[in-house]
């Protein structure tokens, strides 16, 4: 019988107003004066005119420029952008989905990064002896978190062995670290023995399923030790790791997630949630 795990990113314009003046004369002519302000006005108006399209200019040139700058730094970020695209494996009744990253800060690094993320997204295949031809799986990668430095991709999907009465759910996570080409995991970011105390305790917060009361019941009997056994094989980076973890784990904006086993009556698995400066 097959072992059962989890699996677990104003233009702003100035305008210019002029005014004009008329001299006094001692003796007013009527026809002249009528004469005189037509002509000023004219001459105010077309003067006006010229300003008026002169300003209009400048405001559109300014605001060609910025738009121009606004570009030029869009193409800049667009540039310093780590970039994601997915794929997906296909072997008879088997899809798995991974990301394929570009424009890293090390080119060289690139080829190395991918082949790690593929490998990892398809180590399910062999470390749960599935057979494409007969057994039935489907896992969709989601890319939570992505930049310069590091990526952390997710899991989720269902097996369905062949013969089975059901299928398994499965969630699993990669984090890696973009500048050296290798892993990260629980080891690198919290205290397994602390975690899985948190986890049985009346503080635990769940993400998935959100706040079941039957789930959290049922981590409170857990054995805090076998919590811990289970958690320091978390993730592809555990030490002396055989076969597929049964549990794994990533960080994200300083909150860490941990997806632990549970029975299948509630989902195979629960993702818990731990906020550091909130314990």
Not at 71 to 76: E, F, N, P, T
Not at 80 to 100: C, P
Not at 145 to 174: Q, R
């Amino acid at each position: 019988m097959r072992k059962q795990h989890v699996l677990f990113a104003a233009l702003a314009a100035a305008v210019a107003l002029s005014a004009s003046g008329c001299k006094s004369r001692e003796k007013i002519d009527l026809d002249t004066l009528h004469t005189s302000e037509a002509e000023t006005m004219a001459s105010t108006e077309a003067s006006g005119g010229d300003k008026e399209k002169e300003t209009e200019k400048e405001t559109q040139k300014e605001t060609e420029k910025e738009t121009e700058e606004t570009q030029k730094g869009a193409d800049s970020s667009s540039a310093l952008s780590v970039r994601s695209k997915i794929a997906t494996e296909k072997q008879g009744k088997t899809s798995i989905e991974y990301a394929v990253l570009s424009n890293l800060r090390d080119p060289k690094m690139e080829d190395a990064v991918n082949a790690l993320i593929k490998e990892k997204a398809l180590q399910v295949l062999t470390d749960y002896q599935v057979d494409p031809a007969a057994d039935t799986l489907s896992v969709k990668c989601t890319v939570v978190s992505l930049d310069k430095n590091k990526a952390i991709l997710t899991y989720e999907g269902s097996l369905m062995v062949n013969g089975a009465a059901h299928p398994s759910d499965l969630f699993y996570t990669t984090t890696v670290d973009l500048n050296k080409g290798t892993l990260q995991g629980l080891s690198d970011y919290a205290d397994a023995y602390t975690m899985a105390g948190y986890i049985l305790s009346d503080d635990c917060v769940l993400k998935k399923p959100a706040d079941s009361k039957e789930a959290l019941e049922y981590l409170k009997t857990q054995d805090l030790n076998a919590m811990w056994e289970i958690l320091k094989q978390c993730d592809f980076t555990a030490e002396n790791l055989e076969g597929f973890p049964q549990s794994f784990s990533y960080e994200n904006q300083g909150v860490i997630y941990m997806a632990v086993p549970v029975p299948h009556a509630l989902g195979d698995y629960v993702i818990v949630s731990y906020t550091p400066d909130t314990k």
